[in-house]
C-alpha cells in the first residue's frame, strides 16, 4: 500500500470508532491469549466490535475476544485491544499493525502490551511475570518487519534506532508495583516467532544460545509500529509454560495449557497494570 492508502485506511477506521465512544484515551493496552477478562476491570466502559471497524483485523484464535473497551482504569482512559490478529492465522504485517497505527492516530502515547509466551530461560516457572526488556525479532531480521514499504516521514524516520524501546520510567513503575504487591517480575528478552506450531527442541537450544528468555508469537510488529510513531511502550509476558529442551517425560504443550496459565496470571497482571496506571 502507498502511505496515502494506509493513512486513509487508519482515518476511516479512527472514524467509525470516533462514531461509538465519546472517551478521548490516552493509554492504549493489549490483552493477549487468555487474559482477555482483564477487560472486565475497565469502567464504565463503551464496546466496539471489530466487525463495525472497516479493516479491522479479526481474531481467529480460541481465547482471543473481537472487541475493543474503552473506558476507565485507575482514572486514566484506556483503549482495550481484547484479542489481536496474528501473522499465523494468515493476515499480512500491515493488517496486523492497524490497530496500533489507530491507535497512534487517535493520540494515544502510551502503549502497553501484553501476551503468552513461553518461558525459555529455566529459572522461569509457569505463572510468572515476565517484564519485556528488549526483543529478538526473528521475522523482522528476516525481512517481514511491518515498517517495510514506503515509509510515511509524517509518522516516524525511515531508519529507527530501537535501543530504548521497552521505556525505563515505564519499567521502573512496572518493578516498584510488584515489589508493593509482593510479587516477582521476571524481566528478560523476548524472541519473535511465528508459529503456529510450538518449538522443536533444537529451535529452543538455539534460542536460548542466542539470549532469549522468552519465545511468543505475538506482540513484536505491535511494538516496532508503535516506536515508529515514538509511543511509549511498556510489554509484560505471562510465562505460560516452560519452553526447555528437555520437558519433563509425557509433558505436552498445547493451546489449552496456555490458556489455563493466562487465567491464573490475571490477578497478577490486573494489579501490575492499575499500580502502573495509577502513577502515569
Ligand atoms: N512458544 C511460542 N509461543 C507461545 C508459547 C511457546 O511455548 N507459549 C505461549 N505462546
Redesign the pocket.
Given at each position: 500500500m502507498t502511505t496515502t492508502e494506509t493513512a486513509n485506511q487508519v482515518k476511516t477506521a479512527v472514524q467509525a470508532i470516533r462514531q461509538q465512544t465519546q472517551y478521548q484515551p490516552t493509554v492504549g493496552l493489549v490483552l493477549g491469549?487468555g487474559l482477555s477478562e482483564l477487560a472486565n476491570s475497565i469502567q464504565n466502559p463503551d464496546i466496539i466490535h471489530y466487525e463495525s471497524i472497516p479493516g479491522w483485523p479479526q481474531s481467529t484464535v480460541v481465547g482471543h475476544s473481537g472487541r475493543l473497551v474503552i473506558g476507565t482504569l485507575e482514572g486514566k482512559t484506556v483503549l482495550v485491544q481484547q484479542g489481536r490478529a496474528h501473522y499465523y492465522e494468515g493476515y499480512n504485517m500491515e493488517q496486523i499493525t492497524l490497530p496500533v497505527r489507530v491507535m497512534n492516530a487517535m493520540g494515544i502515547k502510551t502503549l502497553v502490551v501484553t501476551?503468552?509466551?513461553?518461558g525459555i530461560n529455566a529459572s522461569f516457572n509457569p505463572g510468572d511475570l515476565m517484564l519485556i526488556t528488549d526483543h529478538i525479532n526473528f521475522l523482522g531480521m528476516a525481512g517481514l518487519n511491518p515498517l517495510r514499504g514506503p515509509n510515511d516521514d509524517s509518522i516516524g524516520p525511515r531508519f529507527m534506532d530501537m535501543i530504548g524501546t521497552y521505556d525505563l520510567g515505564l519499567r521502573k513503575l512496572a518493578k516498584e508495583t510488584a515489589v508493593a504487591n509482593n510479587f516477582t517480575l521476571q524481566e528478560g528478552t523476548y524472541a519473535y516467532?511465528a508459529?503456529p506450531s510450538?518449538?522443536t527442541p533444537a529451535e529452543l537450544r538455539f534460542l536460548r544460545a542466542v539470549g532469549a528468555d522468552a519465545?511468543?508469537?505475538s506482540t513484536v510488529p505491535t511494538v516496532v509500529t508503535a516506536r515508529h510513531a515514538d509511543m511509549q511502550i511498556m510489554g509484560i509476558s505471562s510465562i505460560?509454560?516452560k519452553?526447555v529442551p528437555d520437558p519433563e517425560p509425557g509433558t505436552v504443550?498445547d493451546h489449552e495449557e496456555?490458556l489455563e496459565t493466562g487465567k491464573l496470571i490475571i490477578p497478577k497482571l490486573t494489579a501490575l497494570l492499575r499500580g502502573v496506571l495509577q502513577q502515569l
Open positions: 491469549s501476551n503468552a509466551a513461553g516467532v508459529g510450538f518449538e519465545v511468543g508469537m505460560t509454560n519452553a504443550l496456555v
